[in-house]
C-alpha cells in the first residue's frame, strides 16, 4: 500500500508537469478572481478572500493549496487593482507565487466590459531527493533540491450586468520554465490555461437561482466543464452543486454571516479511480468586503 501511494503521489507530479499546473478550484463562482485577472476591483468594494483546498485526502503527498486574494476598485471605479499570495503543495513540488492584477471597465451593451492583465513571479521547488528510482541514469535522479524562479502573463476579458456574467481567462501566456531539467519536449514550461466561466441569476419567489458553467482547459489536457447550481435561500444561505466532468460531483455551501463576512464550504467526491482512490477532496472559503462609502452591498448582482 505504501508503494503504491508513493508511486500515485510521483504520478501526480509527473501529471503536473506535463498538463494543469494551475490549482483547481470549487468554490471558484465566490472568487472569481482566482481564474480572471478582469474581475479585479469589480465587487465596488475592498474585499479579501482567503482559500484552504485539501485535495484527495487519501493519498499521501496529495494537493494542497492556500491562497489570499484582495481587491478594490480605485478612485473613480473605471479600473480596479488586486492582489494575490498562493502556496501550492504536491508531492515533491512547492509553488508559490504572488501575482498583481489590473483591470479597466467601459460601458457596453446593457453591463460593463472589463479588460485585465496579470503579471506575479512563480517559484516551483522540487526535492527530487525524495524520489527512489531503480535507474540511476534516470533524468529525474538529481538527488538535490531545486528552484526556479519564473514570472507569468495572463489576460481576462470580464462582461457583466447585474444579473449575468461571461468571463474569458488565460494564464502564463509567456509560458516560463519551471525548473531547469532539460526535458526533450516542452513540459518543463508553464503551460497554457483557459477559464471561461458564464453564470445567470433568476428570482422564483423569494429565491435566487444561479446556474453557471465553467469551461477550462490546458495543453495536454481533455478539457473539463464544471455544471453548477446555487441557491440562494432567504438573502443568507447558499447551496449548490457541480457536476465536473472526467471526474464527479461537488457539493458546497456559503452562508453570509454577515452583510460583510461570508465563510464557504464545499466537498469534491469524485468518481473517476483518482477520486475513488484519493478519496475526498475539501474547501474553505473566508471572505470579508469593505465597503467605505456606507452603501449596502447587493446580493443579487454578486451571485
Same mark, same amino acid.
Given at each position: ?26 468554490q ?10 478582469? $474581475? ?36 473613480k ?36 466590459l ?5 503579471? /506575479? ?11 527512489? &528510482? ?5 533524468? $529525474? ?5 531545486s ?20 468571463g ?23 503551460? &497554457? ?26 495543453? %495536454? ?24 466532468? %472526467?471526474?464527479?460531483i ?6 453570509? &454571516?454577515?452583510?460583510?463576512?461570508? &465563510?464557504?464550504?464545499? $466537498? ?5 479511480k483518482?477520486?475513488?482512490? /484519493? ?22 448582482? $454578486?451571485?
Open positions: 500500500m505504501k508503494n503504491f501511494i508513493l508511486a500515485s503521489a510521483l504520478w501526480l507530479l509527473v501529471a503536473l508537469l506535463f498538463a494543469q499546473q494551475d490549482p483547481q478550484y470549487s471558484y463562482m465566490f472568487n472569481r478572481l482566482a481564474i480572471n485577472p478582469a $474581475y479585479a476591483g469589480n465587487r465596488d468594494v475592498f474585499s479579501f478572500a482567503i482559500v484552504y483546498r485539501n485535495q484527495w485526502t487519501g493519498l499521501e503527498g496529495s494537493p494542497s493549496t492556500a491562497a489570499l486574494s484582495l481587491q478594490t476598485p480605485l478612485k471605479k473605471k479600473a480596479g487593482v488586486g492582489l494575490e499570495l498562493m502556496s501550492d503543495k504536491l508531492g515533491l513540488k512547492n509553488t508559490s507565487a504572488a501575482l498583481a492584477s489590473y483591470s479597466y471597465r467601459i460601458q457596453f451593451l446593457k453591463g460593463k472589463a479588460f485585465g492583465l496579470r503579471m /506575479g513571479v512563480y517559484n516551483y521547488v522540487f526535492d527530487w531527493g525524495g524520489v527512489h &528510482v531503480k535507474d540511476e541514469t534516470d533524468i $529525474y535522479n538529481t538527488g538535490v533540491r528552484s526556479k524562479v519564473t514570472g507569468t502573463a495572463d489576460f481576462g476579458l470580464y462582461y457583466y450586468t447585474r444579473t449575468f456574467y461571461w474569458l481567462g488565460m494564464t502564463h501566456l509567456n509560458r516560463g520554465k519551471i525548473t531547469d531539467i532539460d526535458l526533450a519536449d516542452s513540459s518543463s514550461k508553464q503551460s &497554457v490555461h483557459f477559464f471561461i466561466p458564464a453564470g445567470k441569476s433568476f428570482e422564483v419567489g423569494k429565491m435566487l437561482f444561479n446556474p453557471s458553467v465553467l469551461i477550462k482547459g490546458a495543453k %495536454h489536457t481533455p478539457l473539463e466543464t464544471d455544471l453548477n447550481l446555487n441557491v440562494l435561500l432567504k438573502e443568507r444561505l447558499w447551496l449548490g452543486f457541480s457536476l465536473r466532468t %472526467h471526474y464527479g461537488v457539493f458546497l455551501a456559503q452562508y453570509l &454571516v454577515t452583510d460583510n463576512l461570508k &465563510v464557504g464550504y464545499s $466537498y469534491d467526491y469524485g468518481m473517476n483518482i477520486g475513488t482512490t /484519493g478519496k475526498g477532496t475539501h474547501e474553505i472559503v473566508l471572505g470579508y468586503d469593505l465597503n467605505f462609502k456606507g452603501a449596502k452591498i447587493e446580493t443579487l448582482r $454578486y451571485f
